[in-house]
């Protein structure tokens, strides 16, 4: 069964950074796009970030665009979102999917706040 587990979250102040990690077991990580989700409290869960299987290629949201990257290790099984000049509007529970797939894992707190 497909399983995802999100970490790396944590309380950090405005201007901070964080990576976010997700590993991924129960199919073969390297054939499926992933991405980033993430969901405030009273908001829908709404796209980060997605990384192709393949060529590698990266679509964001216009909010995180030049400060967040996603990035994917097919060895580890895992993907990845860093996370830089953080803003209190990213403040949400960080989620990772993979294509075709509608299995999430519990998600990881970030809070940006000063």
């Known amino acids: 069964q497909v399983q995802l587990v999100e970490s790396g979250g944590a309380w950090v102040q405005p201007g901070g950074s964080l990576r976010l990690s997700c590993a991924a077991s129960g199919f073969t990580f390297s054939a499926y796009a992933m991405s980033w989700y993430r969901q405030a409290p009273g908001k829908e869960r709404e796209l980060v970030a997605e990384i192709s299987s393949v060529s590698g290629r990266t679509n964001y949201a216009d909010s995180v665009k030049g400060r967040f990257t996603i990035s994917r290790d097919n060895a580890k099984n895992t993907v990845y979102l860093q996370m830089n000049s953080l803003k209190p509007e990213d403040t949400a529970v960080y989620y990772c999917?993979?294509?075709?797939?509608?299995?999430w894992g519990q998600g990881t707190q970030v809070t940006v706040s000063s």
């Open positions: 999917k993979r294509s075709r797939s509608g299995s």
